[in-house]
């Protein structure tokens, strides 16, 4: 559910399972912020997560605070993905910055492709760049 207050800022909640086996319900509160000059974009989509069941058993509470910096080329598009993550337990010490890049392009009228590579914990105290993951994506947009 999102509510636009303003023209870049949009409160919302969701409810997300994040797994089945065993089953991790959480609710999310946050709001989606967003805002261009020019060529140049920025949006954040800070969130609280509230795991529901099963907190023992790793559906814990959590913030995140994720921000995207783009900027539009021509009829390209590329940005850095980043941000601040922790389950509020260990807010101290188990912190997580996730770093993605990434790149769309219009094939056609109709048709974007692009790609994102990403690192879910680049840095901070429990950094891995093992955690990574590439995106290969095709958009399709059609107007009646």
Not at 73 to 93: F, H, I, K, M
């Amino acid at each position: 559910m999102r509510y636009e207050l303003r023209d870049w800022v949009s409160p919302r909640a969701r409810f997300l399972v994040r797994d089945v086996d065993p089953f991790k319900p959480a609710f999310l509160v946050g709001a989606w912020l967003h805002g261009e000059h020019g060529r140049w974009g920025v949006m954040a989509d800070p969130y609280l997560q509230l795991g529901l069941a099963n907190t023992d058993q790793g559906n814990r509470s959590a913030l995140f605070l994720p921000v995207r910096g783009s900027v539009r080329v021509a009829c390209s598009e590329l940005w850095l993905d980043t941000g601040w993550n922790s389950e509020l337990a260990v807010w101290r010490d188990g912190w997580h910055i996730p770093v993605g890049v990434g790149a769309s392009t219009h094939a056609s009228d109709h048709v974007d492709v692009g790609a994102e590579l990403g690192f879910r914990t680049l840095l901070g105290p429990q950094n891995t760049p093992k955690e990574r993951v590439l995106f290969v994506f095709v958009t399709t947009r059609w107007q009646p």
